[in-house]
């Protein structure tokens, strides 16, 4: 097997399958060492994936962060349960004003985290193409490149 890096995290290149999981109902993510790390994380792949899913707008940085506070307060908090942190997510921004100037929605987005939280664990991710995890890995680099 060979490691695979995402912005910190080791995994083998072995998928892990839902079955994998069979019986626990939920995917736990793993503890975090850099939590400004991680919220930057966070914050740059939603931004980049929404820039380039549709046109750069100031509206996609706003959302971003408020995404990564959100994700990192329920973290800090010790929640683990991605299932809960992508609700908490969608919930909360669901009536908030920043979707009036995008083309998307909170549980888009919440979704879309979750979808990259698990690609980064290397996990099997429904509905996903074969250049999810590419896409991923180039996002990351991006991120690495801008705080540099």
């Given at each position: 097997?060979?490691?695979?890096?995402?912005?910190?995290?080791?995994?083998?290149?072995?998928?892990?399958?839902?079955?994998?999981?069979e019986?626990?109902?939920?995917?736990?993510?793993?503890?975090?060492d850099?939590?400004?790390?991680?919220?930057?994380?966070?914050?740059?792949?939603?931004?980049?994936?929404?820039?380039?899913?549709?046109?750069?707008?100031?509206?996609?940085?706003?959302?971003?962060?408020?995404?990564?506070?959100?994700?990192?307060?329920?973290?800090?908090?010790?929640?683990?349960?991605?299932?809960?942190?992508?609700?908490c997510?969608?919930?909360?921004?669901?009536?908030?004003?920043?979707?009036?100037?995008?083309?998307?929605?909170?549980?888009?987005?919440?979704?879309?985290?979750?979808?990259?939280?698990?690609?980064?664990?290397?996990?099997?991710?429904?509905?996903?193409?074969?250049?999810?995890?590419?896409?991923?890995?180039?996002?990351?680099?991006?991120?690495?490149?801008?705080?540099?």
């Amino acid at each position: 097997m060979v490691p695979q890096q995402f912005h910190g995290y080791q995994r083998s290149r072995t998928q892990l399958k839902a079955e994998d999981y069979e019986g626990s109902g939920s995917v736990t993510l793993d503890a975090i060492d850099e939590m400004e790390c991680e919220r930057r994380w966070v914050a740059g792949v939603i931004r980049i994936w929404l820039d380039e899913e549709w046109t750069p707008l100031e509206c996609h940085r706003v959302i971003a962060d408020e995404v990564a506070e959100i994700y990192m307060r329920q973290r800090s908090q010790g929640d683990d349960d991605i299932g809960s942190i992508i609700l908490c997510i969608g919930s909360e921004l669901i009536g908030s004003d920043i979707w009036f100037e995008s083309f998307t929605s909170s549980f888009e987005v919440a979704n879309k985290l979750s979808e990259f939280l698990m690609l980064r664990m290397n996990m099997e991710v429904c509905c996903t193409d074969e250049d999810a995890s590419c896409e991923l890995q180039r996002y990351t680099k991006m991120i690495e490149t801008e705080q540099t």
